[in-house]
């Protein structure tokens, strides 16, 4: 199994870059140059959010995601780590869901973190 | 200990401190973080002279080493509480970053009008020797430094306390013990009743990514308000405030070091908790002030004040609070703080629409982090909270960034209004729209000085 991704940067232009598949990405995209926003690096804060438009990634580690948006695309680079050739939107550009006001969009119980959401009522 | 044989820093007493000379500048954080500007945070200088042809406007930039750090809280190396002591000097500002648990530590002494960066203490090594993440309040007493760290290396609560020397060398944590406390955040001792004070946010991982309100209902915000044996450093009595006092942040003693009064205003609930010791000598709270929740047309449900910040002046007289989300600045008169009088109020920004523009400037976000000059005349006041909450509420402050206005406020009657000629716009700065949080004078303010 081939050990590196080609991470495809939507909104730079559709720049690529080879990347390890056991490193976070914010890491590898970084180290070859790419300006990201970022905050706490583990996983904790959403300041290095961004959307992921095609591919898998292992974000075990994160804990600042709801739900919803998980459900969005959102990955938290500082901790996700590339399962396969991947296509992401990142900065802030990629944020227009990243963000609610809760006193007009209320999350449904299943649409809450992890830990704390009841199971989808089907 | 008579006053006159100290040459420390600070005042022999919050009645000296009030005699002081006026601010002439101001120090207060910008940030970038969460904006999308790929650059430092920064602490601005700010002319605060009237007489001065930069009176309003932005002096000096001292940028932090990094991205990313999102400073917020800030406070001195040294106060009123080593007043006694010639070898102390208020010489270093301490600067945190939530995010990135650096502390930034600014020399401000050498040039006033200039702060440079003296050193840094990594966020890295904090984790690694304290289990410590996300600083937020810097408290010194005597010669050592005190900061609430709200949660451990993984931001997770309840954190605790990191000690600090005067040197700035990692002495371990302060505490001897958390208790029973689920969460931290700000805190304010009185040494004469060997009493601190600390109260609740939530886990870094909770409030970091953003306010989700439903997490409320699931006990990942705090409710509790907890007393400290100050000299044990172990807490010894918890308050359970319950539904009066969801989000219970900052925390202000009485600066009267006699006193056993202090007020706590809980966030979400839009509250003022006020304790004290009884002639019991028993520990009390009572709610002296709430704030109604109050209807969007367009929202289903109702928009909580959101109390971000309580000052006390510093006679003790008027409490001013912020509604970051409805938009207005309270005076009250707390001469009987079982009884607080509404003496004053303002409007700036908010959600409900009442002051989408003042002194001819948009303002996006509300009033949030405000600070009283000594003599209590003269309050500033910003409007940005923390960046992924200003996102959540006002995400138009992308574009427009924070701004910084003064509140003249009348200590005679009691009273407020917002002075026409003072405004620093931080959607013009050079490097783009940043966002202004807490300030600092120079020479101590309403939420530095301690007295022991």
């Known amino acids: ?122 | 200990m008579s006053s006159k044989s100290c040459c420390g820093p600070g005042y022999a007493s919050p009645a000296d401190a009030m005699k002081a000379p006026r601010e002439k500048l101001l120090y207060t954080i910008a940030i970038y973080t969460g904006t999308g500007i790929q650059k430092p945070d920064y602490l601005v200088t700010i002319d605060a002279d009237p007489s001065s042809p930069t009176y309003s406007q932005v002096i000096s930039r001292l940028e932090m080493p990094g991205i990313g750090d999102e400073l917020h809280h800030m406070g001195w190396n040294a106060c009123s509480s080593c007043h006694g002591n010639p070898t102390m000097e208020r010489k270093y500002l301490i600067v945190p970053g939530v995010r990135s648990s650096n502390l930034h530590i600014v020399d401000c002494a050498t040039d006033p009008c200039a702060p440079r960066l003296h050193t840094v203490i990594q966020g890295a090594e904090i984790k690694a020797k304290t289990n410590l993440s996300a600083p937020h309040t810097v408290h010194c007493l005597g010669s050592d430094i005190i900061i609430s760290m709200l949660g451990d290396a993984q931001g997770r609560a309840p954190g605790g306390y990191l000690h600090l020397d005067k040197d700035f060398k990692i002495v371990g944590r302060w505490e001897n013990s958390m208790g029973n406390i689920k969460f931290s955040y700000d805190f304010w001792y009185q040494p004469r009743h060997n009493v601190m004070v600390s109260s609740e946010w939530a886990a870094p991982n909770t409030f970091m990514p953003g306010f989700d309100l439903e997490e409320v209902g699931h006990l990942k915000y705090g409710r509790e308000l907890h007393l400290w044996d100050f000299q044990k450093k172990t807490p010894k009595q918890s308050f359970y405030l319950g539904e009066d006092g969801l989000l219970p942040l900052e925390v202000r003693f009485h600066h009267n070091p006699d006193s056993s009064h202090g007020f706590v205003g809980a966030a979400l609930s839009a509250n003022i908790i006020h304790w004290w010791k009884d002639d019991d000598g028993e520990w009390k709270w009572e709610k002296i002030i709430d704030v109604d929740n109050q209807r969007h047309p367009d929202w289903p449900i109702p928009v909580p004040g959101v109390i971000s910040v309580i000052l006390l002046s510093m006679d003790d007289r008027f409490l001013y609070l912020c509604n970051w989300l409805h938009g207005d600045i309270r005076q009250y008169d707390i001469t009987n703080p079982h009884r607080p009088r509404l003496t004053g109020q303002v409007w700036m920004g908010g959600l409900l629409g009442r002051a989408p523009f003042v002194n001819g400037c948009k303002i996006a976000g509300g009033p949030q982090m405000i600070q009283l000059s000594l003599d209590g005349k003269r309050l500033y006041v910003t409007t940005s909270l923390f960046s992924t909450w200003d996102n959540q509420f006002y995400p138009e402050i992308r574009t427009t960034g924070g701004v910084m206005l003064m509140v003249d406020c009348n200590t005679d009657t009691g009273g407020m209004s917002i002075n026409p000629d003072f405004i620093v716009d931080f959607g013009k700065e050079p490097n783009g729209p940043s966002r202004c949080h807490e300030t600092r004078y120079p020479g101590g303010d309403c939420t530095s000085d301690i007295w022991t």
């Not at chain 1, 075990?60 to 780590?81: F, M, P, S, T």
């Open chain 1, 1 to 122: 199994m081939t050990t590196t991704r080609t991470i495809t940067l939507a909104n730079r232009g559709g720049a690529t870059y080879n990347v390890g598949h056991r490193k976070p990405l914010l890491e590898s995209l970084m180290a070859q140059g790419v300006d990201l926003p970022y905050g706490c690096r583990y996983g904790g804060c959403i300041t290095c959010a961004a959307k992921l438009l095609e591919g898998k990634v292992n974000q075990a580690a994160q804990v600042a995601l709801n739900n919803r948006q998980l459900k969005d695309g959102y990955v938290i680079l500082c901790v996700a780590r590339p399962l396969t050739d991947c296509t992401l939107a990142v900065g802030v550009e990629s944020h227009d869901k990243l963000y609610r006001n809760p006193f007009i969009d209320p999350l449904q119980p299943h649409e809450l973190k992890a830990d704390i959401a009841t199971p989808q009522e089907v």
